[in-house]
């Protein structure tokens, strides 16, 4: 894709998304600390700012070049920045694209990631008209997999040794929600 892209403000029930900002370094100074979260995405591992800022930029680089939407998810009532979650585009040309989202552990088990997949999933299906999403969750994380089906993913099947995480294949569930199953 060369076309640059706007990241919207959305809502999200009590929270907001929202195109990355330079300020949100603290979030990724946290995420950074995250056993889990720099395995599986560009989050550095070890935060510096410098790296900080690099990944905010990515974030920006992301919109710009077309390829997603990242948003960060933040709490309307105080500001607190949970987590993000991205909206990809790569395969948009096959009528589908792919959603990803973490929250950082301070933010855990308060309903952003479950809001926020619902607010970028209802947007991407019905006002980007995007036919299908999808997402790949490793079968050991539980909540995750809990968030994708009470948000009304449904489970497709297993995809054995689908992704590199780390220094090892990993196995996934393949999720969707159609445009369809809206009604």
Same mark, same amino acid.
């Given at each position: 894709?060369?076309?640059?892209?706007?990241?919207?403000?959305?809502?999200?029930g009590?929270?907001?998304? /929202?195109?990355?900002?330079?300020?949100?370094?603290? @979030?990724?100074?946290? !995420?950074s600390?995250?056993?889990?979260?720099? *395995? =599986?995405?560009?989050?550095?591992?070890?935060?510096?700012?410098?790296?900080?800022?690099a990944?905010?930029h990515?974030?920006?680089?992301?919109?710009?070049s077309?390829?997603?939407?990242?948003?960060?998810?933040?709490?309307?009532?105080?500001?607190?920045?949970?987590?993000t979650?991205?909206?990809?585009?790569?395969d948009?040309?096959?009528?589908?694209?792919?959603?990803?989202?973490w929250?950082?552990?301070?933010? /855990?088990?308060?309903?952003?990631?479950?809001?926020? @997949?619902?607010?970028? !999933?209802?947007?991407?299906?019905?006002?980007? *008209? =995007?036919?299908?999403?999808?997402?790949?969750?490793?079968?050991?994380?539980?909540?995750?997999?809990?968030?994708?089906?009470?948000?009304?993913?449904?489970?497709?099947?297993?995809?054995?040794?689908?992704?590199?995480?780390?220094?090892?294949?990993?196995?996934?569930?393949?999720?969707?929600?159609?445009?369809?199953?809206?009604?």
């Amino acid at each position: 894709m060369d076309q640059s892209l706007a990241v919207p403000h959305l809502t999200a029930g009590r929270f907001v998304l /929202r195109p990355w900002q330079i300020d949100d370094l603290d @979030l990724v100074r946290e !995420a950074s600390d995250d056993a889990y979260i720099p *395995l =599986i995405t560009t989050v550095p591992s070890s935060y510096s700012d410098t790296e900080g800022t690099a990944f905010v930029h990515r974030q920006w680089d992301r919109a710009v070049s077309g390829s997603g939407y990242p948003f960060v998810i933040v709490r309307s009532e105080d500001g607190k920045r949970m987590g993000t979650i991205g909206l990809w585009l790569r395969d948009r040309g096959q009528g589908r694209a792919s959603l990803g989202y973490w929250v950082v552990q301070s933010a /855990r088990g308060q309903g952003a990631a479950s809001a926020a @997949l619902r607010a970028v !999933a209802m947007w991407g299906l019905r006002d980007l *008209l =995007i036919p299908r999403l999808e997402l790949h969750i490793e079968p050991w994380n539980a909540a995750s997999l809990r968030t994708a089906e009470h948000v009304g993913f449904h489970r497709e099947g297993l995809l054995r040794s689908w992704q590199q995480v780390g220094t090892e294949r990993r196995d996934m569930y393949m999720y969707s929600l159609l445009s369809a199953d809206l009604g």
